[in-house]
């Protein structure tokens, strides 16, 4: 039996990352993973996707050019040339991740790994390893509407949808989160006629209702329809494609597509890795439990990512992984903080987020201050074109310390980490408002809406 002081199932960002940090820190270190190195984020979700997103944005740049005075004439996307650029990039950073591997001196045993009981791995039900720490990394997979059987030809997971090397003629897109919204621009960017169907009452639902409204505007103005507070019934399969049934505001519909996109959510993967047997036990949403070192309910035994729940993001799966390392490299650590993470969609217009929006303060007993900048008011987004916009900041009353901030617009995305510290530290509204921002540039509307907050923004 291989004795390892550190075994790792699951290769997506809380587990490679975790592996790397292991050995750095110098544990002997086995990562276990049925597929490719890199996990969904690399191989099947966010490399992917931002690929073709930024070939969708390229598009949207060309198509406003004369705004800008710069006449392109023609021109025409190709979507098999940007799903090729698209494995390319993931290609590289495959063989990049394997590098590191090597380099760092983790070993690789391609298969699915399980638990055998406390200290105990198996690996394709033959090869058994001693492990003295163990780390459960096996990420989540799309939940499915009920009823509805995803083929990969007409009903569609986001992993179907990064797989296809063209784009669909029209498209129902099952949940307006961030994956449907991030479908729904980079599709009806190739000329896709898209309708975005959520049931609850806005796009993004965990974000804040104003950001979402002006997301939605957003949206209605390249045409992709926006159905909220709807609900899907039947899907029929035929010939053409498939007939999707609704029930919203606006009474029965029945929408024709070639495809639809089902996004609705993401479930822990939890079976087949030997729960049981360590005595691992499942939060009352099936995700594993963790404490506040991401220790499961077996001494020695570690989870992180998407597997222990929200927030379901890779870069805080990534912490996870840094953190678990670490503390069982016995460094003294805080508690793991999942509270403090930004959160990014990536459409156009981008929407970005930390920590409360207006309505969560107030609901957590918050009384609180709101400062807002828009867009319109920003020089660097004027001269860009880009006049869509809007920076949110939600403060404490009296201490006006930072409690949350949302932006949709041009760009956000690039704004997060300097809230992102502000809040970590505990800074208030008047510290970020009183930081001197190179002008012009899109970072003066976090600091224009940290002076509104305060009521002596000069320019909002």
Known sequence: MDSYDFVVIGAGPAGYVAAVRAAQLGLR????????PGGVCLNWGCIPSKALLQAAHTIHLLRDAPELGVK?????????TAYAASRKVVERLVKGLEGVFRKNQVTVIPGGGRLAGPGRVVVNDKQELDAAVVLLATGASPRMLPGVEVDGQVVLTARHALARETAPESVVIVGGGAIGCEFADIWSSFGARVTVVEALAQL???EDAEIAKQLERGFQRRSIGVRTSTTVGKVERHDGGVTVTLTGPQGGERWEAEVVLVAIGMAAN???IGLEAAGVELTEKGFIRVNEHLETTCADVFAAG????????????????VHVAEYAAGQELPPFDRDNFPRAVYCSPEVASVGLT?????AAGHEVTVGRFPFLANGRALAAQQRDGLVKVVAEAGS????????????VTELLPEMVLARRHGLTVADVGRTVHAH????EAVMEASLNALGVAVHG
């Open 358 to 362: 207006e309505a969560e303060a107030i």
């Open 440 to 443: 012009p540039t899109l970072s």
């Open 72 to 80: 392109i004439g023609s021109f025409e996307p190709d979507y098999p």
């Open 400 to 411: 006006g310390r930072l409690l949350g901030v949302s932006m949709v617009g041009w760009g």
């Open 29 to 36: 270190t086995a990562l276990i993973e049925r597929e490719r």
């Open 306 to 321: 998407d597997v222990i729940g929200p927030p379901l993001l890779a870069h805080v799966a990534s912490a996870g992984g």
């Open 204 to 206: 993004l639902p965990n």
């Open 270 to 272: 939890t079976a087949g």
